[in-house]
């Protein structure tokens, strides 16, 4: 390729961590394969898998760079890790077991490409079951520009649909927190968006599964103590921006309540999980009614809070 067509054709570093993901990988590396944009490297970093997953990758020739790692790490800091060695201008991520559609990487350079200032764009996503059956699609509710205000009220970026301007962000001197073990994108991506303008996709440009029998995520006890501290360190590099955005840093922080309340009634403390909502319950309706149903049967708590709940 010839160094005009570098340029018009700016190389993307696709990001894929990987830890015994030999179920799905095929499907989610032809998803890659099958982009209508063609300038791309796939970063395949191995998290110490045990089974064909290595196999798989390396047969899909040169343009897969394959790393192992020494030790199994928490994947924030694998991520950091597959991103030291990512040459592209953008950097994207997909997941073993996930999938991309055709057009994502050509629209999505396009996106960036025409506007130098968005240190990231996102889209809208299908949710689908392990079988690969549609569960539910989840639109993109912003428009783009800098929407960090919206994000405090309502975070909606999946990194799989996530596209990231790669000089910008070694500017900002961020990266996948090493603390932050249960939502690392969260804590990232809000600290750019505090930073940068974003672009927004409405097309949906991604399958995401899910499995859903696992309604009490391993991850669940961390989400409230990681979305503190994620705005906690927001605050802490931009203190007006919590006094600009007052109210809605209130609701953001309310949400680790909620985190908190889910938490416990998952494991059947419901006077914890009272007390958590209580504290917050002035804020909502909603949440002054989740604070009540935290005293019913949990079967009550799992149908009325998944009704009333915003998605993140």
């Known amino acids: 390729m010839s160094g005009n067509e570098m340029v018009e054709n700016p190389l993307v570093s696709i990001i894929i961590n990987c830890y015994n993901g030999e179920e799905h990988l095929r499907e989610a590396m032809n998803s890659v394969y099958a982009q209508t944009y063609t300038n791309w490297e796939i970063i395949f970093w191995d998290n110490c898998s045990t089974d064909t997953s290595a196999e798989i990758a390396k047969s899909y020739g040169e343009k897969v760079i394959y790393y192992k790692a020494e030790i199994n790490k928490p994947l924030g800091e694998a991520r950091n890790y597959a991103l030291a060695k990512a040459n592209g201008k953008y950097l994207a991520f997909i997941d073993c077991d996930d999938i991309w559609s055709d057009d994502k990487l050509e629209k999505q350079v396009d996106l960036m490409e025409e506007n130098p200032n968005f240190i990231l764009c996102y889209s809208s996503i299908e949710y689908v079951y392990l079988n690969g059956d549609h ?10 520009g800098y929407i960090f205000k919206e994000l405090l009220l309502q975070y909606d970026i999946n990194i799989l649909t996530a596209m990231i301007r790669k000089d910008l962000l070694i500017a900002t001197g961020l990266n996948f927190d090493p603390f932050i073990t249960a939502s690392e994108e ?26 859903p029998e696992s309604l009490t995520s391993k991850s669940l006890p961390r989400l409230g103590i990681e979305r503190r501290y994620t705005l906690d360190q927001i605050v802490k590099n931009h203190p007006e921006l919590k006094v600009k955005y007052a109210k809605e840093f209130k609701e953001a922080y309310a949400r680790g309540n909620y985190y908190d309340a889910r938490w416990h009634m998952s494991t059947k403390n419901n006077w914890k999980a009272f007390k958590c909502m209580i504290a917050i319950a002035h804020l909502s309706i909603r949440y002054f009614i989740l604070a009540f149903v935290t005293l019913l049967p949990g079967k009550v708590w799992e149908q009325i809070h998944l009704k009333l709940r915003n998605r993140t």
């Open 135 to 144: 569960f539910r699609d989840v639109y993109t509710i912003f428009n783009s």
């Open 186 to 211: 969260y804590c990232l991506f809000m600290q750019l968006a505090s930073h940068y303008p974003i672009g927004v996709i409405k097309d949906i440009q991604a399958k995401y599964r899910i499995n």
